[in-house]
């Protein structure tokens, strides 16, 4: 069942109101949602659905279901499975939410200090990477902190972006990521554009602007096979 996905168009609702649409083993699906589900590297969201008799359900996890824009909110194991039609609060946990959009954002903004193919990426609360196809000898961890550093210093807004399929494939040059390809099917799709920096396909969750990152650190940069070079960072605060 597709559901209503709250986040593509506010990043920032902490929480709101749904309906629960379904819930069985594989977890629970609503009418709406704030969660974001694990894909394109980022990791799903946790938090909390609050039933209307005061019971708290805590949410360990967020995965797509089967069909397009349908969202399975896992339970912690051994909580009671709410009822189809009944109300539900949901709340995000929002610091650790807030920290993924941080560093999301900032892959972005490092996508385009590194100029080579990305192979790979993933994103949790702590640290995120990005893996390119790319000659170990033209990654210094110095000068991509301090180039990435200064685009995000500065601050501009993001802003989401839809297309149609036509259009990005009259636009191969948008996808940098090798590996993943944005989601077709819909007829339309999703890109995020750093003015002036970066411009790529994207469902994930962004920050309103890239002064929200703060800053980045470069964690470590190593090899990952043959063409694959891993460049790790996290927030410098
Ligand atoms: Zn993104």
Redesign the pocket.
């Known amino acids: 069942m597709a559901t209503q996905l709250l986040f593509r168009d506010d990043a920032y609702m902490r929480s709101a109101s749904a309906r629960v649409l379904a819930a069985d083993e594989r977890g629970i699906e609503l009418d709406r949602t704030i969660f974001y589900p694990l894909g ?1 590297g980022q990791a799903g969201d946790t938090g909390n659905l609050l039933r209307a008799n005061g019971e708290r359900i805590p949410i360990a996890d967020t995965r797509k279901g089967e069909v397009l824009d349908s969202v399975l909110h896992v339970p912690a194991p051994g909580m009671q499975r709410p009822e189809p039609g009944e109300p539900v609060t949901l709340e995000i946990d929002w610091e650790r939410r807030y920290r993924l959009m941080r560093l ?2 900032a892959l ?1 903004v490092m996508s385009c200090v590194i100029v080579a193919p990305v192979t790979g990426g993933n994103i949790s609360p702590d640290k995120a990477r990005l893996d390119f196809d790319i000659d170990m000898s033209l990654l210094d961890a110095g000068n991509i902190e301090r180039e990435t550093n200064a685009l995000i210093a500065r601050g501009v807004e993001t802003e989401t972006v839809w297309i149609t399929d036509e259009e990005l494939d009259a636009r191969p040059e948008l996808v940098k990521t090798m590996s993943v390809q944005p989601p077709r099917g819909a007829g339309r799709v999703r890109l ?1 554009r750093i003015p002036g920096i970066d411009l790529q396909p ?1 469902g ?1 969750t ?1 920050v309103k602007n890239i002064a929200e990152i703060g800053g980045i650190r470069v964690l470590k940069i190593r090899s990952e096979g043959r063409r694959n070079r891993r460049v790790e960072i996290a927030l410098a605060s």
């Open positions: 394109g999301h954002t972005h995020l994207c994930g962004h």
